[in-house]
C-alpha cells in the first residue's frame, strides 16, 4: 500500500496526501445495511446542551459499521470476503462470511489480510495466522497481537488502531506480560482473547492532512491558542507581541494544569496490573 502525494497545483493541495485505497480495498463493495447504524452527532455537548468536548462539531454524515471484537463463535471457519472503509477509524475492516450458516460480520483487519483467507476463533491453538483469535494463553510467546480483551468475554478493548500490534512477552500463573504500542508493560488475565497479528493500514500515520478544510470535513474545529487570546478569555492571554505565557507550567482557560500532566486516577484499580509505565 502507498501514499500517494497531491501535485502543489493549488495551496490546499500542497503537500497534502492519501492512502491509495486501490491498492487494498475490495473494488465495488458496497456495506451491508444490517451492518450500520447512522451516527448521531452532539457537537461536544451533552444532555443539557452544554460544551463538555470543545472543538467538535459539523463533518461529513457517516454512518457507523457494528464491529465484531468478541467473536464468540469458536471453531467455525469464515471467510473473508472484503476489505472495507471504516469512517470512523483509521483502521480497515473485513466482512467476512461464516461457512456453517452463511452469517455476515465485521471484525477489525490484520496487516496484510486479504480477499478469500479463512479466519478462526478457537478456544485451542490452532494455526497460528493473521486473523485468528485465541486465549493469550494458546498464543505463542514473542508473537505480535491486537483487538485485547481487558476482561475475559468483552470484547477487545486495546490495541485496535491503524499498524499497532502488542508483544505478547509471556505466560506466568493466571496472568499474561504484554508489552503495549506505548512500552507499558502490563499483566492481563490469560483467559483473555486476542488476534494475531497487526492491525491494518499501517501507512496511516504518514497521511498528511494539508488543509484546514480536511479537519472541518472529520467534524473538527478549529483550536485557538491561549496565547493569542485577551486575558479575560484565558490564562495565557494579553501582552503586547508574541509574549510568553508568564506561568510556572501552561493552564486550561479555567485554571487547570495543562500540557503534560497526569490525568489517570491514582486510585484505579487496574494499576496493580501495570508492571511498568511508559513513562518514568
Avoid at 451533552?46 to 464491529?67: A, D, E, L, M
Avoid at 505480535?144 to 500490534?165: C, D, H, L
Avoid at 506561568?247 to 490525568?263: D, I
Amino acid at each position: 500500500m502507498a501514499i500517494t502525494v497531491h501535485n502543489p497545483t493549488t495551496p490546499g493541495r500542497r503537500k497534502s496526501s492519501v492512502i491509495k485505497y486501490s491498492d487494498v480495498l475490495t473494488k465495488g463493495a458496497k456495506p451491508v445495511k444490517k451492518l450500520m447504524t447512522p451516527r448521531k452527532k452532539t457537537g461536544g455537548r451533552n444532555n443539557t446542551g452544554k460544551i463538555t468536548v470543545r472543538h467538535r462539531g459539523g463533518g461529513n454524515k457517516q454512518f457507523i459499521r457494528h464491529i465484531d471484537f468478541k467473536r464468540t463463535r469458536y471453531d467455525d471457519p469464515a471467510i473473508v470476503e472484503t476489505i472495507e472503509y471504516d469512517p470512523i477509524r483509521s483502521a480497515f475492516i473485513s466482512r467476512i462470511k461464516y461457512q456453517s450458516d452463511g452469517t455476515n460480520a465485521y471484525i477489525l483487519a490484520a496487516a496484510g489480510m486479504k480477499e478469500g483467507d479463512i479466519v478462526v476463533t478457537s478456544q485451542k491453538r490452532k494455526e497460528v495466522t493473521h486473523g485468528n483469535r485465541f486465549p493469550l494463553s494458546e498464543i505463542p510467546s514473542g508473537s505480535t497481537i491486537y483487538n485485547i480483551e481487558m476482561t475475559p468475554g468483552k470484547g477487545g478493548q486495546m490495541v485496535r488502531s491503524a499498524g499497532q500490534g502488542a508483544q505478547l512477552m509471556s505466560v506466568e500463573g493466571p496472568y499474561a506480560l504484554i508489552k503495549m504500542p506505548s512500552g507499558e508493560i502490563r499483566n492481563i488475565q490469560k483467559a483473555c482473547f486476542a488476534t494475531i497479528g497487526t492491525v491494518s493500514n499501517p501507512d496511516n500515520i504518514h497521511v498528511r492532512i494539508g488543509k484546514a478544510g480536511r479537519k472541518r470535513h472529520m467534524g473538527i474545529k478549529p483550536t485557538v491558542r491561549g496565547k493569542a487570546m485577551n486575558p479575560v478569555d484565558h490564562p495565557h492571554g494579553g501582552g503586547e507581541g508574541n509574549q510568553s505565557i508568564g506561568l510556572k507550567h501552561p493552564k486550561t482557560p479555567w485554571g487547570k494544569p495543562a500540557l503534560g500532566v497526569r490525568t489517570r486516577k491514582s486510585k484505579k484499580k487496574s494499576s496493580r496490573f501495570i508492571i511498568k509505565r511508559r513513562k518514568k
